[in-house]
């Protein structure tokens, strides 16, 4: 009897580095913001934890503050992918979720709306077409820059959760997060680190 080895890929997702805006807590989808000095010092620093590391795909968001974050980390030849693109916040853009609640008390991005941006529902179907772009790709490892909203989702479809569950995920600035298998089952092997 021939056994069938599955491949089983890792998906190592890197938040970009800090910008003007995700310091004082501004929520930025669309605004193409640069890092700042310190986010670009933790972007080189990445390229340590990352360097040794085989990837077989290396994508990124094509905003600026993530794709300048693979650069520094040494991965400048990194393919662009419009779905690793930020959760769009249509009206809130800009605004911090202080701002928001004074005109609705209780707001979070998981719970309720964003007026003329998008539902979890559409960037659960965005980090869908990630997931299967990875798990379909043939590699042993891929690696992804995105952002803050968007890399929650993205770990909550890796491991079979509701986009809303994101909201237990928290994910920081430069970070390194690995989404993997125990056995059969999709597992987070490390977050936020």
Request: glycine share 10%.
């Amino acid at each position: 009897m021939t056994t069938l080895t599955v491949l089983r890929p890792e998906l190592w997702l890197v938040r970009h580095g800090e910008t003007e805006w995700s310091r004082s807590g501004r929520h930025t989808s669309t605004t193409d913001l640069t890092l700042t000095p310190d986010g670009e010092k933790s972007g080189r620093r990445l390229a340590g934890r990352l360097g040794d590391v085989d990837f077989g795909l290396v994508l990124t968001s094509p905003s600026r503050r993530a794709a300048h974050t693979a650069e520094l980390a040494g991965f400048a030849a990194a393919t662009f992918d419009d779905d690793l693109v930020e959760w769009a916040y249509g009206d809130y853009e800009g605004l911090t979720t202080a701002q928001i609640r004074e005109r609705v008390p209780g707001w979070t991005v998981w719970t309720h709306p964003c007026p003329g941006g998008e539902t979890d529902e559409h960037v659960g179907a965005r980090a869908d077409r990630v997931v299967a772009t990875i798990r379909d790709s043939g590699v042993d490892r891929a690696l992804v820059f995105a952002h803050g909203h968007l890399g929650r989702v993205l770990a909550t479809r890796w491991l079979g959760l509701a986009p809303a569950a994101g909201i237990m995920f928290r994910l920081d600035t430069a970070t390194v997060s690995v989404l993997g298998w125990d056995k059969e089952h999709p597992a987070l092997v490390s977050w936020n680190t």
